[in-house]
């Protein structure tokens, strides 16, 4: 007898919580608990794609106010020290420490996304490559995070 | 009525493609992987003067940037860097507003006034408006300003104390 969706035995409550209802139909029958995943969604490709797009947009409003504080050196020494002393605080360092991680991971992934333009293989190893980007932006990361900490939080 | 067919593999009538010539969004796409490229070095020794080497951050002031624009060499790094990137962040930010916002469906004032329009337009006039700033502030900047206080200036300035 084949088992219709529509006749499917009401799931008898689990004592264990680690197994879901929706496991359990009949031991025959797993509905996915959340939309279907595919090689795409949910996994290296999305997610490279999603931290693209996040780090581009805050890079972009960083860039904007990055140009207009730098004009302030055309109007006097003293206006543009006035500006530049209130980023020096630990919050702005911080920001700063973020700016440079979301840098990194742009820029490493970007250069992945040219390989898997252009280089023949690309397209079957973007999900290594993606790894790979990930483990060079912790190194970056490593040899700069110290530093600059050191710099924000230190004496003067 | 009898229909005269045509033999097989006849052409048809030329094709008319829709915008024929230059193809911008392809070369927009060119756009992002070059300048990306060059931005990927170019940012990396920006960050390094900046932000590792010396004091780091702690190190930047007026004096800093004087002392880096007074050669040539950095002017034209900033200026490079400056343009690459702004048109790589606007390009990229044009992408999202053509893949979250619905452009319009209307034309003339319902055009004008629709978020799709409004978010372009101000894109684009941030930009140019930024881009010309800069180059400006680059190219017009004293590194030695008269009447400004001694002690901010870089040392190689003659009222420099």
Redesign the interface.
């Known amino acids: 007898m084949s088992l219709k969706s529509t006749q499917l035995p009401t799931p008898t409550p689990s004592k264990s919580r680690t197994l879901r209802p929706t496991s359990l139909l009949n031991g025959r029958i797993s509905l996915p608990k959340r939309p279907a995943g595919t090689v795409y969604r949910g996994r290296e490709g999305m997610w490279s794609w999603v931290l693209h797009?996040i780090t581009?947009?805050g890079?972009?409003f960083f860039?904007?106010v990055h140009?207009?504080d730098?004009?302030l050196?055309?109007v006097?020494?003293?206006a543009?020290?006035a500006v530049?002393n209130t980023?020096?605080n630990p919050i702005m360092?911080l920001g700063?420490l973020a700016l440079?991680a979301a840098?990194g991971f742009h820029?490493?992934n970007?250069?992945r996304?040219?390989l898997i333009?252009?280089w023949s293989v690309g397209t079957r190893n973007h999900r290594l490559m993606f790894w790979i980007v990930i483990a060079l932006w912790i190194v970056l990361m490593l040899g700069?995070a110290p530093?600059?900490l050191m710099?924000?939080f230190?004496a003067? | 009525m009898a229909v005269t067919l045509n033999e097989p593999r006849t052409k048809d009538s030329p094709v008319v493609r829709r915008g024929a010539g230059k193809n911008w969004e392809k070369w927009g796409w060119v756009y992002m992987?070059a300048s990306?490229?060059v931005?990927?070095v170019m940012?990396?020794g920006h960050?390094y003067v900046n932000?590792?080497a010396g004091?780091?951050?702690?190190a930047?002031?007026?004096?800093f940037?004087?002392g880096k624009?007074a050669s040539p060499f950095w002017q034209w790094y900033d200026l490079v860097l400056?343009w690459l990137?702004?048109i790589h962040?606007?390009n990229?930010?044009r992408t999202?507003i053509n893949d979250y916002s619905i452009s319009p469906i209307g034309t003339g004032l319902k055009k004008l006034l629709s978020p799709h329009f409004i978010m372009k337009s101000a894109l684009l006039g941030?930009t140019v408006v930024?881009l010309i700033?800069?180059t400006?502030?680059i190219f017009?900047?004293d590194p030695c300003?008269v009447s400004?206080?001694p002690e901010?200036?870089p040392s190689f300035c003659p009222a420099a104390s």
Do not use: C
């Not at chain 2, 004091?55 to 702690?58: E, K, L, M, R, T």
């Open positions: 797009r581009g947009v890079i972009f860039l904007l140009i207009l730098t004009a050196v055309r006097s020494p003293e543009y020290n530049i980023y020096k360092g700063e440079v840098i820029g490493l970007g250069l996304i040219i333009d252009f700069f530093r600059h710099h924000v230190g003067q | 992987r990306g490229l931005l990927v940012i990396f960050l932000l590792y004091d780091g951050v702690s930047l002031d007026f004096a940037v004087a624009w400056l990137s702004l962040g606007a990229g930010m999202l941030a930024l700033l800069g400006l502030v017009t900047f300003p400004s206080n901010l200036l």
